[in-house]
Each structure stands twice: as C-alpha cells, then as structure tokens.
C-alpha cells in the first residue's frame, strides 16, 4: 500500500512539471512584449530595454524556462507588476479563503447528494425519485453566477437572512457554499443513485435481504459502501469544476480569495499573478485527483497496486 | 423549449424592431411592463430585445466552440486510437495535461492570453474542451480498430484512410453526436461565465453572461436586469442537458451511466 502511494506520488511529478511548461508556454504566447506591456507605450526603448535584462526576457526560451522553474522551486513566483509585491506572498494571503469555500462546498455536496442519491434509488420510479432527478438535472443547468446572484436577491434582498457578500462569520459562508455546491450535489446524486441500483441488483445484497436484515443495514451497510466507489472518483473530478466555480462564486460575493486574484489580475494585465494562480489551482487540482486516486485504492481492495 | 428560444433569437431583428445596442436615456431601469415586459436596463434599452438579440450571440458561441472542439479533437482521437504506438503516447499525456486544469479555468486562461472578443472566446472555450473528444474518439477507434468488419477491409486491401473514414468514423458518430449536444450547454455556460468576469464578448454587443454581469451592479435596486438573461442561459442549458440526455438513451444505450 505504501509503495503504490509513494508511486503515485513520483508519477505526479512529471504531470505536475508538464503543468509548469503548459503555464509558461502559455503566457509567452501573449502577443507583444511583457516589458511594453508593463511599461506601457509612453516608456523610452531604454527602460523597456532594462526591464527585459532584468525579467530575463533577453534570454532564449529554454533558459526563461529552465530559470522558472530554479526560482518556483524556491518558492519564488516572481513580483506582482502592480503592488510590487511577491506573487507567492499574494496568493498565500487569498489560498486559505478559497480552500475553505472549497472545502466546505465539498462536504456540503458530498452529504446532500449521497443523501439524494440514496432517497432516489431507494424509492426508484417514485414520486421522489423524479422530484430529486428533476432537481439535479436543474442544478447541472444552472449558471453558478445567476444562481448565486438570485440566492443573494432572495436571501439577503427581500429576507435580510444573510449578507450579501463579504468575508469572516459563518453566516458570510452560507450562500457561496451554497451557490458552489449546487452543481456538484446534482451530479453526485446522480452517480450514487446510478451506482447504487446497479449495487442493489447483486446476490450479496439479495442475501442480505435474506438474513432478515432490515432495509436499514441492507442499504447503508451492504449497498451503499460498495455504490460509493465509483462516487469518491466523481468527487475528486468535481473538485476541478468546482475550482473553476469558485473562480465565478468569488465575484459574485466579493469572497477575497484566490479566483478574484486571477479575475483582476487578467484585467490589469498583470502577469506574473495570472502565471501564478493559474499555477496554484492546476497544482491543487492535481493533487486532490492524487488523493481521490489513493483513497480509491483504500476503498476498492480490488485495485491491485501493480 | 429549445425551439422556443432558438425561434426567439433567430427571429429577434423581425419582432423587436428595436436597436438593442442603441441608448434611451429618456426610460432607463423601467421595471416590467406591457410596453416592456421584461423591463429595460441602466441604458433604457429593452430586456426583452436584448434577451433575444443576446441568444443569437450566445448559441452561435456555443455552435462555433462546440465546433472548434470536434474539429480539433475528433481527428486528433482518431489518428491516436487508430495507429496507436508513440503518437497515442504523446497525444494522451498532452490530454493528461490539459485535463490537468480544470475546463473554466483552461478557458479563462486562454482568454487571459488571446484577449477578448466573440472569436477569442470561441477558440478558448472551443480549445478548452478539445480534449473531451480527444478521449471519446480515441476510446471508440481503439474497440473498433480490432474488431472482424475492419480486419475484413485490411484483408480486402483497403487503406488506412478508407478504413478510417468508412469504418472507424462512422462508428464515432453517435456518440459525438451525443457529447456534442451536452457540450453546447457546457460551452454556453462558460462562454457566460467568462461574459459574467468582464472577459467575454465586449459591450455593447448583447451576450447573456456580460448582461448578467452588467445586471449584477443594478441587483439591488432592479433585479430584473440579473434575473431574465440568467434565466434564458438556465433555460438554454437545461434543453440542451435534456435534448443530450435523450439522444444518448436513444442512440448510444451503452452510454446510459448517470
């Protein structure tokens, strides 16, 4: 177990190495020079000139590469062309904020779709059944900005409940959990309520029901543990999209976290931000499928570590 | 539904007569009425016009990216399942890569660097989710590349090339047709999404996501500005999900999963 885990690990590396040529490659791509672009047209040839030598952008591309990736090893990700301030050290002050608006929507959605997907499956071609698909079905649909933006107008306009943005008390915490978990319940009720009809269908489960045991343990004992395999696979995927969600969720609730680094640092065309955050989540991303994968392995003893 | 609103938007400029870009400032944030039943926004102009004009914006997005993917990661699937060996290689750990990223934040990204406008963001989100194909083909050439009818052709001397147009291809058209349909709400969705952020397609043009975002600064004093482009991308989604959902049961049964 412990040399599948510590193989994984080593195989990340080069997925995680291939993430940094991506991200570099792609900020090259940005047409016209960085140094103009930060100088901007009223700067002489002399200072962008300067500036060049400094960013190291004089050096062919395999050197610009190699030095990147010397100084991110250091935990350098260069300056913030606007505040001045280190890349790393802005991101390490918006990283906890959205890792807990991350987080906490996991939880939220892995609890309430589980829970769907059981009440759906459980109760198949039933009036509950239907109403929970519809539901889902209409949370795949929703636009996580509009659906964030009309839970504010509900619950914040017209209820005075909860604020309408911000950061700090659990009760800031709520409608972005909310607006970021909608799509993930919907799809996770939908796995588990799939995956556990299939689980339902099997001779041990038959048995189980034969013992006597009422539906209870039959469900939540027998059933349900083998149906969530395929589920932890859909929670790490969704985690991905819910990065991407968290990106849209900050904006709507002015959340200080690192999805509204990256929206206005693209619009001040601030580089070596966007290089960074961009950097931060594909790596975060990367890591919680490297869990999702070694949990799976921890599930599902079939796998065979070879 | 879907008819509804394809019929809404590719008929707007011959039932709202209005100029949906042009400013009255004489009515501005007029809530719901009969003269304008979705109301008009900060710049006087009518929702309802702007919904309609905003969806042909929209779905042709939505058309075009959902293009750009298939037309980039069909071919490149086919080739890499078909032949196999050190391209299939190459091609998967790319793919394994770009899956790396999560799709919105792929898209955002290649907007951050090609810069907005409808075509930039028909290239990112269309590039952004290429690699979806590229699975999906790669995986139907790689059963079919074995099976008897396509050993049968080799045996009657026929060319990769036939073989692969005639045989393999057509084998991957269902469920092409299939994802394709899903993708377009996906596309849609993150099209608005990067319109929402400011980093989609430029006003004045109307576009569901950048009125929605315009919307949001006159959430609490006219929430009919967020609400009614919101709700047409919500219902645009939602058809495509189930029109996809549909085919899939009707075309593919093996891919009746969730």
């Given at each position: 177990?412990?040399?599948?885990?510590?193989?994984?690990?080593?195989?990340?590396?080069?997925?995680?190495?291939?993430?940094?040529?991506?991200?570099?490659?792609?900020?090259?791509?940005?047409?016209?020079?960085?140094?103009?672009?930060?100088?901007?047209?009223?700067?002489?040839?002399?200072?962008?000139?300067?500036?060049?030598?400094?960013?190291?952008?004089?050096?062919?591309?395999?050197?610009?590469?190699?030095?990147?990736?010397?100084?991110?090893?250091?935990?350098?990700?260069?300056?913030?062309?606007?505040?001045?301030?280190?890349?790393?050290?802005?991101?390490?002050?918006?990283?906890?904020?959205?890792?807990?608006?991350?987080?906490?929507?996991?939880?939220?959605?892995?609890?309430?779709?589980?829970?769907?997907?059981?009440?759906?499956?459980?109760?198949?071609?039933?009036?509950?059944?239907?109403?929970?698909?519809?539901?889902?079905?209409?949370?795949?649909?929703?636009?996580?900005?509009?659906?964030?933006?009309?839970?504010?107008?509900?619950?914040?306009?017209?209820?005075?409940?909860?604020?309408?943005?911000?950061?700090?008390?659990?009760?800031?915490?709520?409608?972005?959990?909310?607006?970021?978990?909608?799509?993930?319940?919907?799809?996770?009720?939908?796995?588990?309520?799939?995956?556990?009809?299939?689980?339902?269908?099997?001779?041990?489960?038959?048995?189980?029901?034969?013992?006597?045991?009422?539906?209870?343990?039959?469900?939540?004992?027998?059933?349900?543990?083998?149906?969530?395999?395929?589920?932890?696979?859909?929670?790490?995927?969704?985690?991905?999209?819910?990065?991407?969600?968290?990106?849209?969720?900050?904006?709507?609730?002015?959340?200080?976290?690192?999805?509204?680094?990256?929206?206005?640092?693209?619009?001040?065309?601030?580089?070596?931000?966007?290089?960074?955050?961009?950097?931060?989540?594909?790596?975060?991303?990367?890591?919680?499928?490297?869990?999702?994968?070694?949990?799976?392995?921890?599930?599902?003893?079939?796998?065979?570590?070879? | 539904?879907?008819?509804?609103?394809?019929?809404?938007?590719?008929?707007?400029?011959?039932?709202?007569?209005?100029?949906?870009?042009?400013?009255?400032?004489?009515?501005?944030?007029?809530?719901?009425?009969?003269?304008?039943?979705?109301?008009?926004?900060?710049?006087?102009?009518?929702?309802?016009?702007?919904?309609?004009?905003?969806?042909?914006?929209?779905?042709?997005?939505?058309?075009?990216?959902?293009?750009?993917?298939?037309?980039?990661?069909?071919?490149?699937?086919?080739?890499?399942?078909?032949?196999?060996?050190?391209?299939?290689?190459?091609?998967?750990?790319?793919?394994?890569?770009?899956?790396?990223?999560?799709?919105?934040?792929?898209?955002?990204?290649?907007?951050?660097?090609?810069?907005?406008?409808?075509?930039?963001?028909?290239?990112?989100?269309?590039?952004?989710?290429?690699?979806?194909?590229?699975?999906l083909?790669?995986?139907v050439?790689?059963?079919?590349?074995?099976?008897?009818?396509?050993?049968?052709?080799?045996?009657?001397?026929?060319?990769?090339?036939?073989?692969?147009?005639?045989?393999?291809?057509?084998?991957c058209t269902a469920p092409v047709i299939v994802q394709?349909?899903?993708?377009?709400?996906?596309?849609?969705?993150?099209?608005?999404?990067?319109?929402?952020?400011?980093?989609?397609?430029?006003?004045?043009?109307?576009?569901?996501?950048?009125?929605?975002?315009?919307?949001?600064?006159?959430?609490?004093?006219?929430?009919?500005?967020?609400?009614?482009?919101?709700?047409?991308?919500?219902?645009?989604?939602?058809?495509?999900?189930?029109?996809?959902?549909?085919?899939?049961?009707?075309?593919d049964?093996?891919m009746?999963?969730?």
């Amino acid at each position: 177990m412990s040399g599948y885990i510590l193989r994984r690990l080593v195989l990340a590396v080069p997925t995680l190495v291939g993430v940094t040529v991506v991200v570099f490659a792609l900020i090259r791509l940005i047409p016209g020079d960085p140094a103009r672009l930060v100088l901007g047209l009223q700067a002489s040839e002399e200072e962008v000139q300067r500036l060049r030598v400094q960013l190291g952008l004089d050096q062919p591309l395999p050197v610009q590469y190699a030095r990147f990736l010397a100084r991110l090893l250091q935990g350098d990700l260069g300056r913030s062309v606007v505040t001045g301030e280190p890349v790393l050290r802005e991101i390490g002050a918006r990283l906890p904020a959205t890792v807990q608006l991350a987080v906490t929507s996991t939880v939220v959605a892995t609890l309430a779709g589980v829970a769907a997907g059981v009440v759906s499956a459980t109760r198949q071609y039933s009036w509950w059944d239907y109403a929970v698909m519809t539901v889902a079905l209409f949370g795949i649909s929703l636009p996580v900005f509009w659906l964030g933006l009309m839970l504010m107008l509900l619950f914040s306009v017209h209820l005075r409940w909860l604020p309408a943005g911000g950061y700090g008390t659990p009760a800031h915490l709520v409608l972005p959990t909310v607006t970021l978990a909608a799509f993930s319940v919907a799809i996770i009720a939908r796995m588990t309520r799939s995956s556990l009809l299939e689980v339902l269908h099997q001779d041990y489960v038959r048995t189980a029901w034969a013992k006597g045991l009422n539906s209870r343990a039959v469900v939540l004992r027998h059933a349900l543990k083998n149906a969530l395999i395929p589920v932890v696979t859909v929670i790490g995927l969704q985690f991905g999209g819910l990065l991407g969600g968290a990106i849209l969720t900050e904006t709507v609730f002015a959340w200080p976290g690192m999805g509204r680094l990256l929206v206005g640092a693209i619009v001040a065309r601030d580089y070596p931000v966007v290089q960074g955050t961009v950097l931060v989540f594909a790596a975060l991303f990367t890591l919680v499928n490297l869990a999702v994968d070694v949990l799976y392995a921890y599930v599902d003893p079939r796998i065979h570590y070879g | 539904m879907l008819a509804g609103l394809v019929f809404l938007a590719a008929l707007a400029p011959f039932l709202f007569p209005e100029d949906p870009t042009e400013p009255r400032f004489e009515r501005v944030l007029r809530p719901p009425s009969w003269e304008h039943p979705l109301g008009t926004d900060n710049l006087g102009r009518d929702l309802l016009t702007r919904v309609a004009y905003g969806g042909r914006v929209s779905f042709l997005i939505g058309l075009l990216a959902v293009a750009t993917s298939a037309a980039v990661g069909v071919p490149v699937g086919l080739l890499s399942g078909y032949y196999g060996g050190r391209f299939d290689l190459l091609v998967q750990r790319l793919v394994d890569l770009l899956l790396a990223f999560p799709g919105f934040l792929l898209a955002l990204t290649l907007v951050a660097v090609l810069g907005v406008g409808v075509t930039n963001v028909v290239v990112a989100v269309g590039l952004a989710s290429a690699p979806v194909y590229v699975r999906l083909v790669r995986g139907v050439a790689l059963s079919v590349r074995n099976q008897t009818f396509v050993e049968a052709a080799r045996a009657l001397g026929a060319s990769d090339r036939r073989i692969l147009f005639r045989h393999v291809l057509p084998n991957c058209t269902a469920p092409v047709i299939v994802q394709s349909t899903l993708q377009l709400g996906t596309a849609i969705l993150t099209a608005a999404g990067l319109g929402f952020l400011g980093l989609g397609v430029k006003p004045p043009t109307p576009e569901w996501g950048t009125m929605l975002g315009e919307g949001q600064t006159y959430l609490f004093s006219s929430w009919y500005m967020a609400t009614f482009p919101g709700l047409a991308i919500f219902l645009s989604v939602l058809a495509f999900n189930l029109l996809g959902d549909g085919l899939r049961d009707a075309l593919d049964p093996r891919m009746k999963l969730a």
